[in-house]
């Protein structure tokens, strides 16, 4: 009776893990949204927020890194739990590193702000809700242990790179034409390069929910561009 009553209390352990990786990435999904708007829309109050909150996703990263280790200490678990807690931790630190490309663009979008617009921005909400989409699937397919749709998210992957490429030849050919522009084509790089990041770290969860489920390693092979 007692070993049944500690399965079941690591079940709902497990349960309440899913729970706070899923509220993190609802965190980190915000903050994405609002560091756009705050750059399409050229509010500073807005992206001086998205700094602000990412103490916030910081501090729900560092519980979610000791629930597991908490997890991994007392439950000493094998096979596929031990997986999904190894995971847990892996994605965590992915969700952790968009939040902080997020404040990356905020600060870029601040600087901006204090120069007339560049450019109309064409690609990059392209670029963003392409972002925004591999994030959402990763996170429903660790949910869902779905490897059809995390291997979807790894070939999502190559819009992005693309999208990046011709935000740089079209920012380059600005740059050529007058030296003026090279501060704020540079910032607007650096925010296309932020996303790409962002994107990497998608597929990064993508390749964890597809050792999870399978225990093979698909990172550095060519099986996720099949």
């Known amino acids: 009776m007692l070993e049944g009553h500690i399965y079941k209390t690591f079940d709902l352990e497990l349960k309440e893990l899913k729970e706070k990786l899923l509220y993190e990435g609802g965190l980190v999904e915000k903050a994405i949204n609002s560091a756009i708007e705050a750059l ?40 596929r739990d031990l997986r999904f807690i190894t995971t847990a931790i892996k994605i965590n630190y992915d969700l952790e590193r968009i939040g902080d490309m997020a404040v990356n663009i905020c600060e870029r979008v601040l600087e901006l702000n ?48 693309q999208l990046l490429d011709q ?31 962002m994107a990497d770290h998608a597929v990064n969860i993508a390749e964890l929910v597809i050792f999870m489920v399978e225990g093979r390693i698909i990172r550095h092979s060519k099986s996720s561009e099949e």
């Open 114 to 161: 204090r120069e007339p617009q560049l450019k109309p921005y064409i690609d990059l909400p392209k670029m963003t809700e392409t972002v925004r989409l591999m994030l959402k699937e990763s996170l429903d397919a660790f949910v869902k242990e779905d490897v059809s749709l995390a291997l979807k998210v790894t070939k999502d992957d190559a819009q992005v790179d």
């Open 40 to 79: 399409l829309e050229r509010d500073s109050d807005l992206a001086k927020k998205v700094i602000e909150e990412d103490e916030l996703i910081n501090d729900v990263e560092v519980e979610i890194d000791e629930f597991c280790l908490k997890l991994l200490a007392l439950r000493q678990p094998a096979a």
């Open 167 to 197: 935000i740089f030849r079209e920012l380059l050919t600005y740059m050529m034409e007058d030296l003026q522009t090279i501060s704020r084509a540079t910032r607007v790089l650096f925010i296309a390069k932020y996303l790409e990041r």
